[in-house]
């Protein structure tokens, strides 16, 4: 399969029959860019026989749908070069529409993380810390809970950190009792020529472990090799 037909099969198993893997939708959807959604959606549509947002819209409710659906319109600026007055605005709007209130306003946080690129979240985050002495992570972990909350760290810990990010779904996969072998298939077949190289120098930054002696010893026969 190519890329795109991958990831729209693992959304497609996802969400085919009862029930859905909202943890697949999260780690594709939420992590992918403007152009590998567009090819995502077009092999889902042709394959599958259905607009991939129609199932999202049928799988999925609420805040968690909301976001889904906004990084699926592909609206997401690859501005490199961030205006600092926008972001510093973005940073104080996010403070006011979670910690600065009762409740949490989830339109702002769901407006700013799909649309904003990987350089002005950065620095929305930088703003972050000067002005409230913690960065966006640590704000979500506060003000969000269950899905919503694991979508809106995938998104912002995929664009601050990519190899971060998925050196620790492999972690995930390999750590403790048993192996999610679907989840490190999906990892590592899908960044095997993307970023691969840097996931392991993340995952022995993160972890102090060997990536490769940790898969090594979760797995065996030809599927190891």
């Given at each position: 399969m190519t890329p795109p037909e991958y990831d729209a099969y693992c959304l497609y198993k996802a969400m085919k029959g009862l029930g859905t893997s909202e943890g697949v939708l999260i780690e594709i959807i939420g992590t992918r860019t403007n152009e590998q959604l567009m090819a995502i959606k077009d092999v889902f549509e042709r394959e599958?026989?259905?607009?991939?947002?129609?199932?999202?819209?049928?799988?999925?409710?609420?805040?968690?749908?909301?976001l889904l659906i906004a990084l699926l319109q592909c609206d997401r600026s690859t501005n490199p070069n961030p205006d600092p007055n926008m972001c510093q605005a973005d940073a104080q709007a996010l403070y006011q529409a979670g910690e600065g209130r009762w409740g949490t306003d989830e339109p702002t946080f769901i407006r700013i993380f799909s649309k904003r690129s990987a350089a002005e979240i950065a620095m929305?985050?930088?703003?972050?810390?000067?002005?409230?002495?913690?960065?966006?992570?640590?704000?979500?972990?506060?003000?969000?809970?269950?899905?919503?909350?694991?979508?809106?760290?995938?998104?912002?810990?995929?664009l601050l950190d990519p190899a971060g990010y998925f050196a620790t779904r492999i972690r995930e996969a390999v750590k403790g009792l048993g192996t999610n072998d679907s989840k490190l298939v999906r990892v590592i077949v899908s960044r095997?020529?993307?970023?691969?190289?840097?996931?392991?120098?993340?995952?022995?930054?993160?972890?102090?472990?060997?990536?490769?002696?940790?898969?090594?010893?979760?797995?065996?026969?030809?599927?190891?090799?």
């Amino acid at each position: 399969m190519t890329p795109p037909e991958y990831d729209a099969y693992c959304l497609y198993k996802a969400m085919k029959g009862l029930g859905t893997s909202e943890g697949v939708l999260i780690e594709i959807i939420g992590t992918r860019t403007n152009e590998q959604l567009m090819a995502i959606k077009d092999v889902f549509e042709r394959e599958y026989k259905g607009s991939l947002e129609k199932w999202i819209r049928g799988d999925t409710s609420g805040n968690f749908r909301n976001l889904l659906i906004a990084l699926l319109q592909c609206d997401r600026s690859t501005n490199p070069n961030p205006d600092p007055n926008m972001c510093q605005a973005d940073a104080q709007a996010l403070y006011q529409a979670g910690e600065g209130r009762w409740g949490t306003d989830e339109p702002t946080f769901i407006r700013i993380f799909s649309k904003r690129s990987a350089a002005e979240i950065a620095m929305i985050n930088d703003f972050y810390i000067k002005q409230r002495g913690k960065g966006l992570l640590k704000a979500i972990d506060k003000e969000f809970s269950g899905d919503i909350k694991k979508l809106l760290e995938t998104v912002v810990g995929g664009l601050l950190d990519p190899a971060g990010y998925f050196a620790t779904r492999i972690r995930e996969a390999v750590k403790g009792l048993g192996t999610n072998d679907s989840k490190l298939v999906r990892v590592i077949v899908s960044r095997s020529e993307v970023d691969l190289g840097q996931i392991k120098q993340a995952y022995q930054r993160l972890f102090g472990r060997d990536m490769l002696h940790d898969v090594r010893s979760d797995t065996s026969g030809y599927y190891r090799d």
